[in-house]
């Protein structure tokens, strides 16, 4: 039957940017799932066109020159239905998502070939957050490692998929953030004043934007961007550990510039705050003074942190624009009470007897800078991208982790594509040149590497059911050679609901600076072994990954949805710590060295379920991960009673928990706002305890007026709640102990125990204009 035949419906839509600008002149295709009639319209000067169909299932294309084209539906049509929808353009710093879209005001979704997770702002504020390590341990793929305990002044990186964040890309708006010195990012600090959500892509995703460079996937922090209407939002917050914190938000749009804008102001005491007895000597429990070279020390844990964000857009036209962002983050931290430890786990009170590194301060800088320009080159869009960026530490005192360095690491880039968006298809092109420069302590002069990348994407729709994405990169560097990787995917339509997918790509992990510069002998520290510890290795290559993906998702009744995802990881010639085998005091000169290697093989593998649920004013969002990953066989020069004996072939690396899970509950009627959420951690966590569940809950009230008023909890039950890191003390982990004509005998070795801060209460009250 034509499609003009019996006209009974009305669809209205709207065509926006993610601004909230209409957009005017987009490309609209109508296509009857039956028949294969089209309907062809464009959208007006309002962004608003309108189609008279019959009643039946339809596909909706959205094409228009310097945006992703998307494409929805099936679509049942029986009556007059309003869809809405909001188009990212080219330059978008977001990964994946390249369009929401809303049928009578019901999100559906937009089908790819790997998935992706956002967490938006209003969902970490709901929560009573203020910075966004936080909304991330909701998320079961990633492991968050604390190199330096579990106190809130100390480190936090994040590892997709793995247990090495190194081979996690986190990125400002697409812009690379990760430090050379460790090549991962300590992300403690950040706050969500500053950004208007986490975009978290998992795997090796096909049209990715964040190029090959990565293995376990990447954090990408979407800045705070401008808006058509004018906003502002002021809130002051106060709480337990002396936690204080202002910030001012405002957007809006004034002619052709648009501007966002953002000012944070963080403090607080933290909970540890006493003067003990340190010794700095060592102790000996079994002697009549078992503190040696004791002497008063005060352990601390205040911080105080500010940031800036400024971000900037001209429009020449709907297709051209310029755009410009900084921001700009400092804190100063008092690390002493994170990297020292009670002498005897049951005296920690003042007086105590501690060992450690003693009076400890860290102060951290990052500026990152970015220039865009996006203007129209043919039947496309071209996109030019300039980029630098400085993330440097100073460190006061002594440390305890390869964290505590005094660096200064500099990066800048400029990206340059051309896309072209089509009904049916989408294609880029383009490459990046970059440089790195890093200074370190013990380091002579200055290490640098530069970068040249090159990249094909494709994304077709084959039919009404199947899409399929691709990608060929090609990445050059200066410090060891070219790598070249490509991904493939394909998202088959089941039905209106239902959506597979499979993705199989490659990438990996460049070797850092650091991790290549060979130290003079001398300047390295001597361990027990009488073994010089620390060294480069200049011959040291990339970790290369193969990636399987499949998956599976359903969107059922509005708010309704689950997904699944099976995955698996090869990894090959990961980079790990030779140390020489039957070293022993005295030294031989030159003393024997330890230092990184290529060698073996690593597996990561897992599942992957999450769950979104809408009962009446409640949502509920439950999320469950899988996470496997060891070694295979490796030489006893890696793994070895003497260096440290955790890395078993075939064994769950340590610090990384099988399973973990989390929950979250989130209810609003009539202005009033609550939120429950937590998540668990099963064995071998990387606080070193048992099974644990953390629940955090907040509760508040928005006003007419704008005012909002939420009071927040966290560790309700006090949940691995505890002050100072315990040397020992945590849960064995089956290593390597000894060894016996040639082969390994395993045994428990020990470890360090974390803890988290214990419950608190946090008063926000935020005005929105």
Known sequence: MPI????????????????????????????????????EARSDVAGNARMRVAKGRYFLAFARVGYASTRIGPLTVTKDDRIEVALQPLDSAQLHVIATVRVNGAEQPVRTATPHISISRAEMERAGESHVIGALESIPSITIARPNGGSSTAYATVA?????????????????????????????????????NVEISEGLGPFSREGSNTIGGAVNLISLHPTLAAHSAFSLSTGSFGRNEGWYNTTGTRGKLGYAAALDDQSEIGNANQSVTLCTGGYEAAQPQPCIG????????????????????????PESDLAFRVFSMGDTRDMSAADNTPALATQQGAGADFIGPGASTVAQNIRAYDLRARMLLGAGSLLADASASNNDLALQ???????????????????????????????????????????????????????????????????????????????????????LDGRIGAALNLGPHDVVRAALGTGFRAPLLIERYLFPIADLPIDSNCVATGQGNPAEQPEHATEYELGYSHVGAPGDSYDVALYRTNLRNPIEIYYPLGASCPASVPPLTSYPINVGNVVYQGAEIRMHHRLGAFNLIARYGLNVAYPGPLPATVSNPTSGGSLVANQQFLNIPQQSGSLGIDWSRNGWHAVLDGYAQGNNNAYNQGPFALLNAAVGRTLSSGLDITLSATNLTNAIAGRYSLIGAGVPYRGIVGSNAGNPVYGPLPTNRYFAEPFGLRLIVTIRR
């Open 4 to 39: 003009t035949a019996i006209l009974c419906c009305v669809l209205s839509m709207h065509v926006r940017a993610a601004s909230g600008a209409p957009l005017a002149e987009t490309r609209i295709v109508l296509t009857d799932t039956t028949t294969r009639a089209r309907i």
């Open 294 to 317: 004791a002497q008063a020390q005060h352990l601390g844990s205040t911080i105080i942190e500010r940031s800036a964000l400024v971000n900037l857009r001209y429009s020449i036209n």
């Open 397 to 483: 005192g002594g440390g305890i982790s390869p964290y505590d360095l005094t660096h200064y690491d500099r990066r800048s880039t400029l990206n340059v594509s051309w896309e072209l968006p089509r009904n049916s298809s989408d294609f880029a092109i383009g490459g990046y040149a970059s440089g790195e420069s890093f200074r370190a302590t013990g380091v002579n002069g200055t290490l640098q590497q530069q970068i040249v990348s090159g990249f094909l994407r494709e994304s077709d729709r084959v039919d009404a059911r199947l899409r399929l994405q691709g990608g060929l990169y090609l990445t050059h560097y200066s410090s060891f050679g070219s790598s």
């Open 160 to 196: 997709l998929r793995g247990p090495d964040p190194s081979e996690t890309l986190v990125m400002l708006d697409g812009q690379l953030l990760n430090d050379g010195n460790t090549g991962d990012l300590d992300l403690s600090r950040f706050p969500i004043a500053a950004f208007s």
